[in-house]
């Protein structure tokens, strides 16, 4: 069955807010802005939402390609074309402009390894275990690594798959992949734990695996779950304010030091499939012409906010010394950034690369993005 021919699926407009929501708490949590009564702290689980990114990512691409009859090429294709002229114009900017003038020094960062991570980098493949070194110059380019892997390695095996048929099975998979998650994150993020930094550990790269892998295999079974209405699902839609609720309590058990702000992963698939119903009041929030435009432009956010950041710093020096007009500029300045980047680079980018070849894919419903 030729996939032009199927009918297209509806377009899920509030999974494309919740990808703003998360792009924008990253972009909030780098920033680390100085806000009254450490109220900044509720956005600790910035670390988190990245596993949101590949949550999403796991479902969105199983609703757009799991009825179809599969062309890895053009499905490849269609994934460069999506994800690579931002990510490989921010990499040259940010190397350009910081990483190479501040950092390559012969006896910390010789020039020789500098070249190492920069084709490792073009390829997309330095935070892969073995092969990469986990050092990426737009700091957040490494979850895009990972998903580079997800494409390539795990979604066309997971395409093949199918869930346990036992709903309570599917349950207690979600659980273990979200433990999983958790786990990788207590032992590679959270200072309070681990007494190795992040970045001087070896094994970085596989714990940044470890997330994106199990992150990505949740909003797979998400999207089973969707896809046969099963009991899951139904439970999700039907109580998706409660789910909201759960989750801002523990955020605020989180703010209070009571728990880590990494357990909010354990929601995440139940939140995306709450997502799927247009009629909650979450929904249609996300699905507002302003979230939905912010997750439009989501990977802009993502991929330019530590270039604007960097700018800010040049011109403001350290962060410290950021008064709140200058904290509010900076995040105005990157939403506008972003709308730029995302219509002049990363959408007609994209598009023509898409022409180069014909890709036969339904892809009207849903950016698999």
Known sequence: MDSQHIEPRPHLRALTGLRGVAAVVVMLGHYNLKLPYHLADFFDWFYSAVDLFFCLSGFTLSYVYAATDFRFSQYLVARVARIYPLYIVTLIVVGAAYTLPAQIVPATYPAVAAFSDFVRQVLMVNSWPIIGTGVHWNTQSWSVSIESLCYVVVFPILLRLRPPASENARLLLLVVLSAACFAAQISFYDPATNTVPH????????????????????????????????????????????????????????????????????LFPFIVLAATDPYSRSSRLLESSPAHYIGVISYSIYMVHFISYLAFFYLFGRPVMWTAPVQVALIGTTFAFSSLTYSFLERPARDALRRCRIIRQPEGQLNPD
Do not use: K, P
């Open 199 to 266: 970045d001087a550990n070896v094994w970085r790269t596989w714990g940044e695996t470890i997330r994106g892998i199990s992150a990505f295999s949740m909003g797979w079974i998400a999207f089973w779950s969707y896809e046969q209405r099963d009991q899951i699902h139904s439970l999700c839609t039907r109580f998706s304010t409660a789910l909201w609720l759960c989750f801002a309590a523990a955020l605020t058990l989180s703010y209070l030091g009571i728990v880590r702000s990494h357990t909010v992963t354990f």
